[in-house]
Every structure is written in C-alpha cells, then in structure tokens.
C-alpha cells in the first residue's frame, strides 16, 4: 500500500520501514529484517532516528553472530544518541547494552562490565527497580563479573535480579495471558540459573538456601500462571 501511495510523509515510510524489519527479525528473517533497517536508515534525517535504527541493526547482526560488524553499528549509533538526547539519557542503554553482550559474546568480560555498568546507571535513573529493561542490563552485568572470576559479586547481581524480576512476574501472573507470556518471554533473564551455578560451584550454605528459595518462587510464579491460563 505504501509503495503505491502517493504523497505519503517520508516520516511515516521510516516507521514502517523499520516496525517492518522488527517483525521479520523476530520471525527469524534476519537478512530480509537487514534490508528494510537500511532502508529506513536511508529515510532518517536525524540523530536519534539513525541511532535507533543502527542498534536495531546491530541487534540483528549480533543474531547472525556477526560480532565485529553489531560493534561497529552499536558504536556508531552511541555518540548519535549522546548528541541527540545528552550523555545521561537512558536511551544510551540500548547501545551500551549491544556493545556489553558483543564483549561477553567474544569473551572480553572487562569491557563487558563497563557498557553495563554505565547501562545500569542510566536506566536506573527513571525506572522501577524490577523494570524488565534493568533486569536485562543487570543480569549481563552479573555475566561480566562472573566471566572475570568475580563470582561474591556476580552472585549478589544475579539474586538481585532474580528476585526483581520474580517481583515483576508476580505483578503479572494474575492476568498471564499466553499471548502477553509470548510477549514477554524475550525479556526474562536465567538469573536464578546464573545463583545456583555460582552457589552450586561454592557449595556455600547459605548460598545454597537463598537459591532454594529463588526457585521455589520462581516454580510456583509459572505455576500460578499456567493454572490460570490452561483455566
């Protein structure tokens, strides 16, 4: 329809563009989601619609495993970002958070730390401390602890973030739809999986307890959903 429209805003064919390409990357067209991104890159006159669109493009690379080229697109789209919106907007998490699971993907921890990190600090500032984008950013910060060996901080992220987002899940179970389960089933992190391993490994007491007990919540959040659901 857009293609045999006429007068239609250049704006408009952007969005499109681009919400078009996000439903064919999640149906797994990687290459074709690809195309229409650059597409609607040609379209964007501005910073922080070029910015969006290189992190989606990243995002896809990053799927393909195409590591080195979602850095480049991530670090690109970064300083667009910084200038269009300033260097403490919690858009900046989107980026930084491409750039720190690419260090985790080629095994560089440290630099891992820093991008989530900053991530971290800038989403945290206007978000709910269970909010599913800071779930995301802490849990790869957990990651990037434990890839360095630091497991007592790792551990302590990895309870924190289990225990948000149980925190969050059980705001929703009591309207979980499978559809809005679907949905949402990207954003979940293993953090709970990421604390028995860590506790497992120490064969600490009270490690193991405290991860006794993030399980059993966990199983009887899905449980509750599930019963509704399937009632």
Do not use: C
Request: glycine letters at 6%; hydrophobic letters at 45%.
């Amino acid at each position: 329809i857009m293609k045999t429209a006429s007068g239609v805003a250049t704006r408009d064919r952007l969005v499109l563009a681009n919400n078009y390409a996000n439903l064919l990357q999640e149906m797994g067209d990687e290459d074709a989601a690809l195309a229409h991104y650059r597409i609607a890159l040609e379209l964007a006159n501005d910073d922080r619609a070029r910015a969006v669109i290189l992190t989606n493009i990243g995002n896809t690379e990053f799927r393909l495993r195409r590591y080195e080229q979602a850095i480049a697109d991530f670090e690109q789209a970064l300083p667009l970002r910084e200038r269009a919106e300033g260097k403490e907007s919690p858009g900046l998490s989107f980026a930084l958070e491409g750039l720190g699971s690419a260090a985790l993907a080629l095994r560089h921890p440290g630099e891992a730390e820093q991008y989530f990190a900053r991530a971290v600090a800038l989403r945290g500032i206007n978000s709910a401390p269970n909010h599913s984008q800071l779930n995301v950013l802490n849990f790869g910060l957990a990651l990037a602890h434990w890839g360095q060996g630091h497991d007592d901080e790792a551990f302590r992220l990895a309870v924190h973030t289990a225990q948000q987002q149980q925190s969050l899940l059980n705001s929703l179970a009591t309207g979980f739809s499978e559809q809005q389960s679907v949905a949402y089933d990207n954003l979940l992190v293993p953090a709970t999986a990421l604390a028995v391993t860590i506790a497992a490994r120490h064969r600490n007491a009270a490690e193991i307890a405290t991860t006794w007990r993030l399980v059993m919540i966990e199983r009887g959040l899905i449980a509750r959903a599930e019963a509704r659901r399937l009632a």
